[in-house]
């Protein structure tokens, strides 16, 4: 088991950094575009530098690297295809072991959450969890094709308002297009998104990742969908890194993609049974997860405006914010790192241009949801938007199309 | 079999000169252009780097003797469909557009697009910011000068109304019902010259082109040029208004992986500097601001064109790369975000107008042209080479590329690009030359006699604005009809447009003119053009005169129209004053020797050489060296290929010393030069030390360079073993193994050792970035964990692969950026084993930084070989003030000296790598075998002559003479009670240039130069004094 976690700790460890960033030519793009920038002194271009030339102990002592959202703007823009967000994720292991630093007080929520998820990962727990929040009428398996990976979305709701909503939507819609049970664990797992990203503890996140796979092939599924963009991002893109097989044996899917797919093969239609006359503006807030985080063919971002369209017809009028899409602005905090003012003048920001975009925000992130929405407490100007999951918004407005109904349509 | 004609794709400047070559080669030429003008992008341009000539104006000349040139069949608006047979062999499909205007018709005055209704559509040639209607031409100089009609927004073709074009055609040229047409051509070779796009609108939206005041700088270079949307009046898009501050953003979407053009566009950083030089020169009140990464100003004389830019016009560079440009939705103004990374610090700058030096891809239709020809495209889609070392050759043979299709290039690289395809086309074909050659027909001269009453056609040139928007045209002509002799004056837009030389002709033949003069802009790039027109209406051209009113006028008095119009008219009274006294004058035939000279055994040399004797002439090769290859054996690996350097050297070798053709001289130098284009004759001192003499048709002068040893500079001393130059590094890794590494840790490079300096060496030299970069890759190879540091300034890494090379090499070492302000300084901090210390300022940390390494590696510039002087006054041709020599014209003649007969390649033109040298070498032996080809050619009328009466034998004429024209001859002459030996001038009309010197020395007034008789000149100044 440990010779396991030392050889997979190889695939996604880089003891030189500076072997991450050899293509930079220090044009300096990153630092302008930079979302942290905004708010404080923070360019990569010097952090990057610094390392090639040979400085990276006292970039690591420094501890600035802490304060990185890992949003991505930077490697979207980046002419040479460099990831800092990866250098960030490496050097903060190395920050962690080989500089002493602990981050714990820049972790939000006192750290619970990535406590929870450290916990889960010692391979002698097995979680319990409550599935009090299945609906009734869903009809779940501990065994079968497709499983919903629900995440840590049930924790959450001890503190947060009103998230249960979003798996329980999740769930609904995939029991009303599936015929088949839908796989839910009670003993679920992190997926170690925050502890891989934030905290710079990658041996616990192999070991989730380890225990995770094993759950999924025990359990001889097929098909992963999941309502979480960072839960997404990390089994389709960090898993693979560890486990090269593992796109080939689980089918990902994030519940845009699985609705996508399903509205194309003419399963399901939209519809909306409470059609208003005056059309509500809405607009939708891109995860980095799912847009500046995902390879260049994966087109998340088009397929869910592809769907937005069909809404004009159902009572709604969708409107992009100023930033959109790759270049969506940050919704303030990552892996639970770093909530503080700076980090509320970014989330601010967003709102505004939610704000001047529709009366509902849409998005596919329960993270970013809760960040934006703890901002609504703050500032009343932007409490009215309302925010909702991806899953929250389609719920009411998914139809099956009957086999006979499709037959008529044809004729 | 084979055939003896050539189809040319592309008709832009490579395209154009390739058949101009190709045809004095002895080829008939398809030349198949898409769209309906010849041109191409350079007929876009609006000057050009680094003299500032008007682009089309120095094109023009080409274009129409395209259109003359009888041996090329002009195929505008045609596209290749097909390629069937073999190569030598090989039968192609091109379809005819259909133009709807008939071409043979239409004379171009167009009647048809000033009635035609005014439905407009952006045109193509302003880049979409001009306008043009259903009928239209692409330009006012286009060639052919034929109208076209749009089929897609003609009401005649889409609805079936109107028609009013045909109505108001007197030539009657309107022909509705034309339908495209495939034509089949039997051909030897084909050469794809279809050149570039910049398809800005595919630009993420970082850049802001979706903006209006966001132009790309083609748009750019149309809005400066006088024929442009804007009459060359610089104004933004938005408002039409005068910007005051121009930002012009460098690499906007070159070198990026994310917009997909990984490579470096190579021509931006000129064309920038040059963009703003114009814009500076076009208004005072505007301020030019240069957002750029490296400055690539590797060419001759760029990198001072740069410095130029800075230093006289203000231009401000900023050293960055912008993070995105938004508009202010107020103003119409642009954001820019930037980071200053001399300063570190981030700001927005507000700018008027923004110009992005957007990519350079190849164009569009590349790919479907490389399906029909079956040709390979490399990784970035341009058309891939054969084989590196001779970039002209497709993957397929017969089929040959030149320009930027095969990867990006300046003009000068193109154009020598496409004279070596024509030798490389000629040496391929060699069997059919002449084919399918058409003789051009010799018009019968009219008989002009002294005693004729003189009558003189004048027409003046607006030269679009240059001239007419300075110089008041309408009253100048007025005054010019009340000259005496004077029959005829006309004035109009373009003089040198193929329309006005057919007005020309007609002038000449209603008016029964017996002299000519046109008032437009210089006799260097048009007088040929216009006594070229005359001889065909069978003027003889020494009857033609040419005043230059827009240098001399408009140019030099541009803030006061009046006096520039006055002078106008003070110069042509003179010229017609001096017409009414020309002469016909009589051209002599010069038997060309079927040989070749190269001087210099490199592999230019010995490229040039192989090409030229590949085509069936006679080539000495003289090197002072005891071996053939020049530098080439100094070096070790080659880049960006990583070939052996003693490989690919000794297999060229091979070539030469088993070519029948060739004949080498080792250890041989140039004992004495005399004769002229054609009538050569050689000495050459062999190393036996004795003397051939050979006789030579043409010369070509590849001399090569050498590295400059920097003495003193950075602790290279005699004593410091491991302070060396590059050249000795390469050496090392060619001879010593790795064994010499042993002690060595860390090694430092350091670039631009006294290159592009204020003082000492100014310039650029080109190819020290890519040898270092080289070196690196092969240092870690020997010996993985060496560090290595790199101190550069600018890394010039611009050619197609070079971008890629380096981005490879970057995890080699660590590359940290100094500049001019604060130069590394260098200590010797121990002697044994060696050990220094290196202190500078570091930009891109902002911060002075310090290190010890233990050996140094100095990039130093190449210079010229030595004693170049020497054989520059053995062949009269100059060098430039860096001691290279000088080409006739930097951009058009880049391999030609201004001496018929002589021409240059490699690095004694300028430093360059060997794929260039190459390229250059093949370019120097086409248009050298151009005159072997010949067989015979025509010398001019304008030369000395000597009035035997007057000549008292005195010799000084024959001592000033700098091409070495005159011979004092002696003869016995008997009087009634002596006999005394009698000397005489005599001057070689064949050598003479007709510059004057001699005239001018007489001192009894012996001699004149024809057209340019003392009677003729006299005649001019009292002109002039007269109406004082």
């Known amino acids: 088991m440990y010779n396991d976690t030392l050889d997979y700790l190889e695939k996604i460890y880089e003891p030189d950094l500076r072997n991450l960033l050899k293509r930079c030519y220090q044009c300096g793009r990153c630092s302008g575009v930079c979302q942290l920038s905004k708010v404080q002194k923070y360019a990569p271009s010097k952090i990057i530098e610094l390392i090639l030339e040979g400085f990276e102990d006292r970039v690591l002592e420094s501890g600035e690297l802490w304060d990185c959202l890992t949003c991505n703007q930077c490697l979207k823009d980046c002419p040479e295809d460099i990831n800092f967000a990866d250098i960030v994720r490496i050097a903060r292991y190395k920050m962690r072991h080989f500089a002493n630093q602990n981050p714990d007080e820049i972790v939000a929520h006192k750290g619970i959450y990535t406590t929870i998820s450290e916990i889960m990962s010692r391979p002698y727990i097995t979680p319990e969890r409550s599935l009090d929040w299945v609906p009734k009428g869903c009809k779940i398996s501990d065994k079968g094709n497709v499983l919903y990976y629900v995440g840590c979305l049930p924790f959450f709701n001890y503190e947060f308002e009103n998230l249960d909503s979003i798996a329980t939507s999740t769930l609904k819609i995939l029991c009303q297009i599936e015929k088949e049970p839908i796989v839910v664990f009670k003993e679920e797992n992190c997926c170690g998104h925050d502890i891989y990203w934030g905290q710079g503890k990658l041996k616990t996140f192999i070991k989730l990742a380890m225990k995770n796979m094993e759950m999924f092939e025990k359990a001889g599924i097929s098909k992963i969908v999941t309502a979480c963009a960072e839960c997404y991002r990390t089994f389709k893109v960090d898993y693979p890194n560890i486990f090269e097989d593992f796109n080939d044996k689980f089918d990902v899917k994030h519940v845009i993609e699985y609705i996508y797919e399903k509205w194309k093969e003419n399963l399901i239609q939209f519809h909306n049974p409470n059609k208003k006359s005056e059309k509500i503006p809405f607009t939708y807030h891109d995860p980095c997860r799912l847009s500046r985080f995902l390879p260049k063919d994966n087109n998340i971002m088009e397929k869910v405006r592809e769907i937005f369209k069909e809404f004009k017809d159902l009572g709604y009028d969708f409107n992009e914010m100023e930033h959109n899409q790759k270049n969506a602005l940050c919704c303030g905090v990552s892996s639970w790192m770093n909530c503080n003012e700076k980090s509320k003048a970014l989330r601010y920001k967003r709102m505004l241009e939610a704000k001047s975009a529709g009366d509902i925000m849409v998005t596919s992130c329960p993270k970013c949801r809760i960040h934006l929405s703890c901002l609504q407490d703050d500032f009343e100007d932007i409490a009215s938007i309302e925010i909702l999951d991806f899953s929250e918004f389609l719920i009411n407005h998914i139809k099956l199309i009957k086999p006979d109904i499709k037959g008529e349509e044809k004729k | ?1028």
């Not at chain 2, 020494?542 to 110069?571: G, P, W």
């Not at chain 2, 602790?715 to 002690?743: A, H, P």
């Not at chain 2, 092969?778 to 890494?797: F, G, N, S, T």
């Open chain 2, 1 to 1028: 079999m084979m055939e003896g004609s050539v189809l040319v794709i592309g008709a832009g400047i490579g395209g154009i000169q390739s058949a101009l070559d190709l045809t004095e080669l002895g080829f008939k030429v398809y030349l198949v252009d898409r769209t309906p003008s010849i041109g191409g992008r350079m007929a876009q341009l609006d000057k050009t780097f680094p003299t500032n000539d008007c682009s089309l104006c120095i094109l023009a000349p080409k274009m129409v003797e395209v259109f003359r040139n009888p041996n090329i069949e002009l195929m505008t608006y045609h596209e290749v469909q097909k390629l069937a047979g073999k190569p030598g062999d090989f039968t192609v499909t091109v379809l005819k557009k259909p133009r709807y205007v008939d071409e043979i018709k239409c004379k171009g005055c167009g009647d048809c697009a000033a009635k035609c209704p005014k439905i407009e559509v952006p045109n193509l040639f302003d880049m979409n910011l001009g306008k043009r209607k259903s009928v239209y031409i692409p330009f006012p100089q286009a060639v052919p000068p034929v109208y076209l009609i749009d089929p897609e927004l003609c009401l005649k073709l889409t609805k079936g109304v109107c028609g009013v074009c045909a109505k108001v055609c007197q030539a009657e040229a309107i022909d509705f019902d034309q339908k495209p047409q495939e034509i089949e051509l039997k051909v030897g070779a084909i050469v794809v010259a279809t050149g570039f796009d910049m398809p800005a609108k595919n630009l993420s939206s970082r850049w802001g082109y979706h903006y209006e005041n966001v132009v790309s700088a083609l748009e750019y270079e149309r809005i400066l040029c006088a024929s442009g949307p804007f009459g060359g009046h610089v104004l933004r898009p938005s408002d039409q208004k005068e910007p005051e501050k121009i930002a012009f953003i460098q690499c906007a979407g070159s070198r990026d992986l994310h917009e997909g053009v990984p490579y470096c566009s190579s021509v931006c950083c000129m064309y920038t500097a040059k963009e703003a030089i114009i814009t500076k020169e076009h208004s005072d009140n505007s301020q030019c601001f240069v957002f750029r990464h490296d400055i690539r100003a590797f060419g001759k004389n760029f990198y001072e064109f740069t410095q130029r830019a800075q230093k006289e016009y203000g231009v401000k560079y900023f050293q960055t790369k912008i993070s995105k440009i938004v508009e202010d939705p107020e103003t119409n103004d642009l954001i820019i975000h930037y980071e200053d990374l001399k300063t570190g610090t981030f700001h927005d700058f507000q700018a008027n107008l923004v110009v992005l030096a957007t990519p350079l891809v190849p164009s569009t239709g590349s790919k479907d042209l490389a399906k029909i020809l079956e040709i390979e495209l490399d990784e970035y889609h341009f058309f891939k080479e054969k084989d590196y070392f001779n970039k002209s050759k497709s993957t397929k043979d017969g089929i040959y590329l030149c320009g930027f299709c095969q990867g990006p290039m300046d003009i000068p690289e193109t154009v020598a690009d496409a004279s070596g395809v024509a030798g490389q086309v000629a040496a391929f074909l060699n069997s059919v030359k002449f084919d399918h050659i058409k003789e051009k027909l010799e018009v019968p001269e009219l008989d002009i006699k002294a005693t004729d009453e003189p009558r003189i056609g004048v027409l003046i040139c607006h030269c679009g604005i240059n001239i007419g928007k300075y110089v008041h045209v309408p009253l100048l002509a007025e005054y010019v009809r009340t000259l005496p002799n004077v029959v005829q004056c006309e004035d109009n837009l373009y003089s040198c447009s193929s329309d006005s030389q057919t007005r020309i002709k007609e002038l000449i033949k209603d008016h029964k003119l017996n002299r000519f003069i046109v008032a437009s802009c210089t006799p260097r790039t048009h007088e040929a053009l216009f006594q070229e027109t005359c001889q065909e209406a069978g003027l003889n051209k020494y009857l033609f005169e040419m005043v230059n009113i827009r240098d001399q006028c408009s140019c030099v008095h541009m803030d006061d129209a009046e006096a520039a119009t006055q002078k106008a008219k003070d110069l042509i009274r003179m010229s017609v004053a001096k017409s009414r006294l020309l002469k016909p004058l009589k051209e002599e035939l010069l038997k060309i020797t079927p040989t070749s000279l190269i001087i210099g055994g490199g592999i230019g040399g010995m490229s040039a050489a192989l090409n030229i004797a590949e085509q069936g002439f006679k080539t000495f090769l003289v090197e002072k060296e005891s071996f053939l290859g020049g530098n080439l054996n100094y070096l070790n690996v080659l880049y960006p290929i990583e070939e052996n350097a003693s490989d690919f050297l000794n297999e060229t070798i091979e070539k030469v010393n088993h070519n029948k053709n060739i004949q080498i001289f080792l250890n041989a130098k140039i004992g004495d030069i005399k004769g002229y284009v054609g009538n050569y004759i050689v000495s050459i001192v062999d190393s036996k030390n004795e003397t051939h003499e050979l006789s030579i048709g043409t010369i070509i002068v590849a001399t090569g360079g050498k590295e400059y040893k920097p003495k003193d500079m950075f602790q290279y001393k005699k004593e410091n073993k491991n302070v060396i130059t590059q050249l000795e590094l390469e050496q090392k890794l060619k001879e010593k193994g790795k064994s010499w590494l042993d002690d060595i840790n860390r090694i430092t490079t350091i670039l631009c050792v006294n290159a592009r300096q204020v003082e000492g060496i100014t310039y650029c030299s080109n190819i020290c970035c890519g040898n270092s970069i080289k070196n690196i890759g092969l240092l870690k190879k020997l010996k993985p964990e060496l560090e290595i540091a790199v101190l550069y300034r600018d890394l010039q890494m611009a050619k197609k692969k070079y971008e890629e090379y380096y981005r490879e090499r970057r995890k080699d070492a660590i590359f940290l950026r100094y500049d001019l302000d604060n130069i590394p300084i260098i200590s010797k901090v121990n002697k044994d084993p060696e050990k220094y210390n290196i202190k500078f300022y570091d930009t891109n940390l902002q911060d002075f930084i310090e290190f010890n390494t233990d050996l140094i590696v100095l990039s130093t510039p190449m210079i010229p070989a030595d004693n170049l002087e020497e054989l520059a006054k053995m062949l009269k041709v100059p060098l430039d003030r860096n001691g290279f020599f000088l080409e006739a014209h930097v951009k058009l003649r880049p391999l030609d000296f201004a001496t018929d007969g002589i021409f240059l390649c490699g690095c004694a033109q300028w430093p360059k790598n060997i794929q260039d040298t190459i390229s250059q070498a093949n370019g120097a032996a086409g248009r050298a075998s151009r005159f072997l080809s010949a067989k015979e050619i025509k010398t001019s009328g304008i030369v000395a002559e000597v009035d035997p009466v007057n000549c008292i034998g005195c010799g000084k004429c024959e001592s000033v003479c700098p091409y070495n024209a005159i011979d004092i001859l002696e003869s016995a002459k008997d009087y009634e009670e002596v006999s005394l030996i009698v000397r005489k001038s005599f001057v070689n009309s064949a050598l003479c240039k007709g510059c004057g010197t001699c005239a001018a020395t007489c001192p009894n007034g012996a001699i004149s130069i024809m057209q340019y008789d003392f009677d003729q000149i006299t005649a001019m100044i009292e002109s002039y004094l007269l109406e004082l």
